[in-house]
């Protein structure tokens, strides 16, 4: 299994690694790098994720490379401070998941037989929960931990296309646009009343069922609602390039013409 083409990327993540000590050498290191823990690098660790996707998605190269490295980082620099406290290194982190990957892979470098990707998936769940010591977890305790570990959007789509999965799922998109109109309609009820609590249940209701609709339609509502931030964002960045002052000193009425011209300019560029 080894690459006769590894070596050139071997010394450029032992490159990596080397900056990355000195960085935390007490004699000379930056101030910076050797204040921080674990903890205090968590916050990166998901920032860096982000802007990696972003990049992703965008297709630029460059920007790709970029943001791949800075997630990278933060990869050897958990690596770094662990090894300085006596915990786990680097090569265990690598050798840990080419482990893992070949467990999970017995189709691959070993001698089961799968027919399609539902049966990797499954074989994949199965060793996963033997590994976690739990072959006969519940689905809930399953369900639980998308819910603990993941972004709420993430978990609801994640919960939403396991649940289906098992048979938990309406016979047609019809019964989830009727379940839609349903939560719209109690969501509605519940901001007359004053109970923020029951308000945001509500809600919370109303937009799973959104995310099961994405599901039905094969649409990615991560990527969809990013998509949205962003056109938001560029049609006020469009705003702000043809006014003479903020756009707080403007009435609603001029906003929602500014608003218009932004978005004619947009879809004519």
């Known amino acids: 299994m080894k690459n006769p083409e590894s070596t050139p990327i071997l010394a450029a993540i032992g490159d990596l690694i080397d900056v990355v000590a000195k960085l935390r050498d007490p004699d000379g290191g930056c101030p910076w790098d050797l204040a921080q823990t674990p903890e205090s690098l968590t916050p990166y660790i998901v920032e860096e994720a982000y802007e990696a996707v972003h990049a992703i998605r965008g297709g630029d190269q460059v920007a790709i490379i970029s943001e791949l490295g800075d997630l990278l980082l933060q990869v050897v620099l958990q690596a770094q401070l662990a ?8 090569e265990e982190v690598a050798q840990g998941i080419s482990e893992k990957l ?6 691959v470098f070993g001698d089961v ?46 919960i939403s296309e396991r649940a289906a999965s098992v048979g938990f799922e309406w016979e047609s998109v019809d019964g989830v646009w009727a379940k839609f109109e ?88």
Request: net charge negative; no cysteine.
């Open 83 to 90: 090894s300085e406290a006596g915990g786990f290194t680097l």
């Open 102 to 107: 070949i467990r999970r892979h017995p189709h």
């Open 113 to 158: 037989k799968v027919t399609d990707v539902a049966e990797v998936k499954a074989n994949w769940e199965q060793i996963k929960s033997i590994e976690k010591g739990n072959p006969t977890a519940s689905f809930s305790d399953k369900l639980s931990s998308y819910a603990e570990k993941l972004p709420p959007l993430t978990a609801a789509a994640k």
């Open 182 to 269: 349903e939560e719209l309609g109690e969501f509605k009820e519940a901001l007359a009343t004053p109970d923020i609590a029951h308000q945001e249940s509500e809600l919370g209701d109303l937009l799973f069922t959104v995310i099961n609709l994405a599901r039905w339609y094969k649409l990615d509502p991560d990527r969809g609602l990013s998509g949205t931030n962003q056109r938001f964002i560029d049609r006020i960045q469009q705003m702000e390039k043809y006014t003479d002052r903020p756009l707080t000193d403007y009435t609603i009425v001029e906003l929602e013409s500014l608003w218009q011209q932004a978005k004619q300019r947009l879809a004519a560029s």
